[in-house]
């Protein structure tokens, strides 16, 4: 079962890039993320009222979701749109996929977590090979403040991330499902975004043609019911230092979508930067014997 929520994972979010292209137009950036998640958190509240899976949630839960609302579908995203003005998707790649990283942090600040060292060493691997994969374009990016403004907010988009991993994880810790706190979080996102659009005088567009609203379809229900529900399942499941190494391989899934699509060219330092991206997935998941969680084998 974790097996194929995470390939899921990496395969829904490493072609998301292409629905996002198809998004820039008439429409503001931050006005199209409040559809996406307006609808995303409409359809599953449909779907959970309609299964009677919605779980009741006290003040506590809701305010956790408000904050994992903020984090990880508001700010999360604006930061990384924004930052893309900037910097090259390669260099926001590299620095999204240190999530690895800070989750392995903060679930030892926050839950007492032990940092294990696989992890870590397989999370280098992974941006080292990332370095590689995109060496080309890293390595013809001029240093700016501009690029600094850039990497800042990719960092802040990152973190943004990793604090609404550490808040699903919370809330599962307590027993509710990402289901329903995803349903209550985009919801909440949408509408913190939605205030910022309206005060900042954004005017609420919508392209009415086939390329918008497929992208539109596309990033809703694959990209985000689907995509967010089996990811933050994950971080419940395996913890969120092992989940985030998803980030590590969606960039990987783009440029196999890119080489087919548009032309990529696999060079050697791409090749080898596969294989220490690969490399660094095995040691991620490589589990120590008799390992537990929670009075629960990992290897389950």
Same mark, same amino acid.
């Given at each position: 079962?974790?097996?194929?929520? /995470?390939?899921?994972?990496?395969?829904?979010?490493?072609?998301?890039?292409?629905?996002?292209?198809?998004?820039?137009?008439?429409?503001?950036?931050?006005?199209?993320? @409040?559809?996406?998640?307006?609808?995303?958190?409409?359809?599953? $509240?449909?779907?959970?009222?309609?299964?009677?899976?919605?779980?009741?949630?006290?003040?506590?839960?809701?305010?956790?979701?408000?904050?994992?609302? *903020?984090?990880?579908?508001?700010? #999360? *995203?604006?930061?990384?749109?924004?930052?893309?003005?900037?910097?090259?998707?390669?260099?926001?790649?590299?620095?999204? &996929?240190?999530?690895?990283?800070?989750?392995?942090?903060?679930?030892?600040? $926050? $839950?007492?977590?032990?940092?294990?060292?696989?992890?870590? %060493?397989?999370?280098?691997?992974?941006?080292?090979?990332?370095?590689?994969?995109?060496?080309?374009?890293?390595?013809?990016?001029?240093? &700016?403040?501009?690029?600094?403004?850039?990497?800042?907010?990719?960092?802040? %988009?990152?973190?943004?991330?990793?604090?609404?991993?550490?808040?699903?994880?919370?809330?599962?810790?307590?027993?509710?499902?990402?289901?329903?706190?995803? +349903?209550?979080?985009?919801?909440?996102?949408?509408?913190?975004?939605?205030?910022?659009?309206?005060?900042?005088?954004?005017? $609420?567009?919508?392209?009415? #043609?086939?390329?918008?609203?497929?992208?539109?379809?596309?990033?809703?229900?694959?990209?985000?019911?689907?995509?967010?529900? +089996? /990811?933050?399942?994950?971080? %419940?499941?395996?913890?969120?230092?092992?989940?985030?190494?998803?980030?590590?391989?969606?960039?990987?899934?783009?440029?196999? @979508? &890119? +080489? !087919?699509?548009?032309?990529?060219?696999?060079?050697?330092?791409?090749?080898?930067?596969?294989?220490?991206?690969?490399?660094?997935?095995?040691?991620? !998941?490589?589990?120590?014997?008799?390992?537990?969680? %929670?009075?629960? +084998?990992?290897?389950?």
């Amino acid at each position: 079962m974790n097996l194929s929520l /995470y390939l899921l994972t990496v395969l829904i979010w490493g072609t998301t890039w292409i629905a996002l292209k198809l998004q820039l137009g008439v429409v503001a950036i931050p006005v199209s993320i @409040v559809y996406r998640f307006a609808l995303a958190g409409l359809i599953l $509240f449909a779907i959970l009222l309609l299964t009677r899976r919605l779980q009741p949630m006290n003040r506590r839960g809701h305010l956790i979701c408000l904050a994992q609302g *903020f984090c990880l579908f508001c700010v #999360n *995203f604006m930061c990384f749109l924004t930052a893309s003005q900037w910097i090259a998707s390669g260099l926001i790649a590299v620095v999204f &996929s240190t999530a690895t990283l800070w989750n392995a942090l903060n679930a030892r600040v $926050f $839950f007492g977590q032990k940092i294990a060292s696989n992890v870590l %060493g397989g999370g280098a691997l992974g941006l080292l090979g990332l370095g590689l994969l995109f060496w080309p374009e890293l390595a013809h990016h001029a240093a &700016s403040r501009e690029t600094l403004y850039g990497l800042g907010l990719a960092l802040l %988009g990152t973190l943004c991330f990793s604090a609404g991993n550490m808040l699903s994880s919370m809330q599962q810790k307590a027993g509710l499902k990402p289901m329903t706190t995803n +349903a209550w979080g985009m919801v909440y996102g949408a509408a913190m975004l939605a205030g910022y659009c309206l005060v900042n005088g954004v005017p $609420f567009a919508m392209e009415w #043609n086939t390329r918008y609203i497929g992208s539109l379809l596309y990033l809703v229900i694959p990209g985000s019911v689907i995509g967010f529900t +089996a /990811y933050l399942t994950l971080v %419940g499941r395996m913890g969120p230092e092992r989940a985030a190494y998803c980030t590590v391989l969606f960039p990987l899934v783009a440029l196999n @979508v &890119s +080489a !087919f699509a548009e032309g990529y060219v696999w060079t050697a330092p791409a090749l080898l930067g596969l294989v220490a991206v690969m490399a660094g997935n095995v040691l991620v !998941f490589r589990k120590p014997k008799g390992a537990v969680r %929670g009075g629960v +084998a990992l290897a389950k």
